[in-house]
């Protein structure tokens, strides 16, 4: 019988067990990437979900040092103990929409995404069949493949075909219980993002689904 058909998921890792002991006995192996909440004393089983458990439950700690998890009330304190600390420089960039400024580019990056994912140059390319309009070039030849019926993509696993690369890789991750979509008010993982969102809206309604959803690949890096 396979170890990896059922539930017992690995909140850290993602995969799956038949019996609840299995699961026990492989978290042992992530005991070196648990991580205790200072505050509070919950222990969270990797760095990732602690950042999103103070995130969530010290709202007024929310300033968390990317390098150490060490958490502070403000901006400023994190980044004079990365100086201190850690011996990083603030880089001085600014947001080119909206002028805020930041210390560094993860947290530049984190605000265009959270606030300014909307904006975007107006599109220049029309698709001849339907009118819709792109603004890459690329972006018109990835949407011609609905028009064109074309699968050259094909799963060597289950033999399914798909006109994108991207939604082949996507499918993949079924047959590998990539269960990397993470929920940060639960740590329940799923393979799609689609699931978490459903995920969400059914079990935490009262909470911005944005902030709870992490991508256990991206946090990774």
């Known amino acids: 019988m396979n170890e990896h058909s059922t539930d017992h998921v690995c909140d850290v890792c993602g995969r799956c067990f038949l019996l609840a002991d299995r699961l026990r006995a492989h978290a042992l192996t992530h005991k070196e990437s648990a991580a ?7 222990i969270c089983s990797s760095k990732m979900l602690l950042r999103s458990h103070i995130r969530y439950k010290h709202k007024k700690l929310s300033f968390m040092c990317s390098i150490c998890n060490k958490t502070f009330l403000t901006s400023q304190k994190r980044v004079e103990h990365l100086e201190e600390v850690h011996k990083r420089k603030p880089l001085n960039l600014t947001c080119r ?10 947290s530049l990056y984190s605000h265009m995404r959270s606030e300014h994912l909307h904006i975007n140059p107006e599109p220049r390319y029309a ?3 339907c009118g819709s309009m792109f603004k890459t070039k690329y972006g018109l030849t990835y949407h011609m493949v609905v028009h064109s019926g074309e699968k050259n993509y094909e799963c ?13 890789i996507q499918h993949l991750r079924i047959h590998m219980n990539d269960r990397r979509f993470a929920c940060g008010a639960c740590s329940q993982a799923f393979v799609q993002k689609c699931s978490l969102k459903n995920h969400i809206r059914v079990h935490h309604s009262d909470m ?13 890096k």
């Open 36 to 42: 205790k909440c200072e505050y509070c004393g919950k």
């Open 97 to 106: 929409i909206c002028s805020k400024k930041f210390d560094y580019h993860k």
């Open 127 to 129: 698709c001849a069949v």
């Open 156 to 168: 060597e696993i289950c033999h399914k075909k798909y006109g994108r690369r991207k939604t082949l």
């Open 208 to 220: 911005d689904y944005k902030q709870l959803i992490i991508d256990k690949k991206l946090n990774a």
